[in-house]
T-cell receptor
Framework: GAVVSQHPSRVICKSGTSVKIECRSL??????MFWYRQFPKKSLMLMAT?????????EQGVEKDKFLINHASLTLSTLTVTSAHPEDSSFYIC????????????FGQGTRLTVV | GDSVTQMEGPVTLSEEAFLTINCTYT??????LFWYVQYPGEGLQLLLK?????DKGSNKGFEATYRKETTSFHLEKGSVQVSDSAVYFC????????????FGTGTRLQVTL
């Protein structure tokens, strides 16, 4: 159990357009999900904490108007990259916790975003 | 704040060699410790974990022991395979941080025949 599904796995978009990435917990409910960004050959940078039914909490330096997060249900969080630019090209990964005494996070497969 | 320090990579080994990837941490309280593995183009998978001092996590031949006295959680495997080539991340959760994971920088392992 504890599967997190992320979609799409790869997306190419033009500069100036917006891209939505979905993160779903398939077999558990998640009141909190996390969005990370990974630069080439680098570690994961936490972007924001997504809270079901309320506003996301963004890490310092992350533009909340550029990276819109919506956690509308207990099994779905979305990250929308608005007005994308080539420098937004990256690997984005979400994670969620099943709770119930389990301390480990489960991660989605990641989304490779390329902005051309 | 909390932090995790991993040895710099890449680590290049021949198949069947012994692997050690060092990881040390700084945290208040009693964190849980994890190793995650990332294969090329994929997300992260939990490899093993330990939730208290002296616990040993193990999975797929990998082991790591939670050493509170040295604040370490080194990853070891007695005999690596080509299929172990991946990036390995050491991470911690501190119970006071709302389940945020603190990651190390990752160590790339390359295993050759």
């Amino acid at each position: 159990g504890a599967v997190v599904s992320q979609h799409p796995s790869r997306v190419i978009c033009k500069s100036g357009t917006s891209v939505k990435i979905e993160c779903r917990s398939l077999d558990f409910q998640a009141t909190t999900m996390f969005w990370y960004r990974q630069f080439p050959k680098k570690s994961l940078m936490l972007m924001a904490t997504s809270n079901e039914g309320s506003k996301a909490t963004y890490e310092q330096g992350v533009e909340k108007d550029k990276f819109l997060i919506n956690h509308a249900s207990l099994t779905l969080s979305t990250l929308t990259v608005t007005s994308a630019h080539p420098e937004d090209s990256s690997f984005y990964i979400c994670s969620a916790y099943p709770g119930q005494g389990r301390t480990e996070a489960f991660f989605g497969q990641g989304t490779r975003l390329t902005v051309v | 704040g909390d932090s995790v320090t991993q040895m710099e990579g890449p680590v290049t080994l021949s198949e069947e060699a012994f692997l050690t990837i060092n990881c040390t941490y700084t945290a208040t309280g009693y964190p849980s410790l994890f190793w995650y593995v990332q294969y090329p183009g994929e997300g992260l998978q939990l490899l093993l974990k330990a939730t208290k001092a002296d616990d040993k996590g193990s999975n797929k031949g990998f082991e790591a022991t939670y050493r509170k006295e040295t604040t370490s959680f080194h990853l070891e495997k007695g005999s690596v395979q080509v299929s172990d080539s991946a990036v390995y991340f050491c991470a911690l959760i501190n119970t006071g941080t709302a389940s945020k994971l603190t990651f190390g920088t990752g160590t790339r392992l390359q295993v050759t025949l």
